[in-house]
């Protein structure tokens, strides 16, 4: 009897440890790196999740990447930049030094671009440019792993397939993303 105690005890123990390891909120950020149409892009990504158990979540998720490109003449150049919002469920396997992590997130995707034709020669005219927008639904498929420094601080290192549908065009991404994650509060 003293022994199925003493079980009992030493698991309750391990309940309410492991109550105390899971978090209610996460906060993630850190560097982003796009793969688009063979361009690369760099950027950040920000997010945060609300936790209602050790296994599910909700994620709030927001990212900026940018890329540039001159000709060596510099008559042309052009400058893109896409921004996504997105929102979803992130289901999460926990451990004692990591933590696996998988999400569908959907939300609001922009694109960007503008386009300028300068230091032109004559008999061309003065420097001209164009600017293009386009909005859609975006979705981001993916997960990704935390390294659990210590309670509070993880490195997370994250891939997302990303598709974007603006208008009557469609956009298939690779994102990749690294940096910091923050956790605080505790959910049972």
């Known amino acids: 009897m003293r022994h199925l105690l003493a079980i009992l005890a030493v698991l309750s123990l391990a309940a309410v440890l492991n109550a105390q390891e899971n ?3 996460e906060l993630f950020g850190g560097y982003s790196y796009l793969r688009q149409s063979g361009a690369n892009f760099n950027g950040w ?3 945060g999740a609300y936790n209602f158990n050790r ?11 940018y890329w540039s490109a001159t000709t060596r003449s510099r008559i042309f150049s052009v400058d893109d930049h896409i921004h996504d919002i997105m929102v979803g ?9 990591f933590t696996l992590f998988a999400h569908t997130l959907f939300g609001y995707s ?3 671009n ?8 004559p008999p061309f005219p ?18 990704g792993g935390d390294w659990n420094l210590m309670k509070s601080w993880a490195v997370r290192a994250q891939l997302d397939y990303l598709q974007a549908a603006a208008f009557q065009d469609r956009s298939d991404n690779f994102r990749f993303s690294t940096g910091i994650v923050y956790r ?5």
């Open 110 to 112: 922009r694109f960007h």
């Open 114 to 121: 503008h386009f300028v034709a300068r230091d032109l020669p």
């Open 184 to 188: 605080f509060g505790s959910t049972k």
């Open 55 to 65: 296994w599910i979540g909700l994620k709030l998720d927001a990212d900026g990447h």
């Open 89 to 97: 469920p992130q289901f999460s396997w926990r451990q004692r030094r």
């Open 126 to 143: 003065n420097p001209e440019s164009e600017t293009t927008d386009a909005n859609g639904l975006g979705v981001a498929l993916g997960g």
């Open 45 to 47: 990504e920000i997010s």
């Open 23 to 25: 978090p209610k909120y």
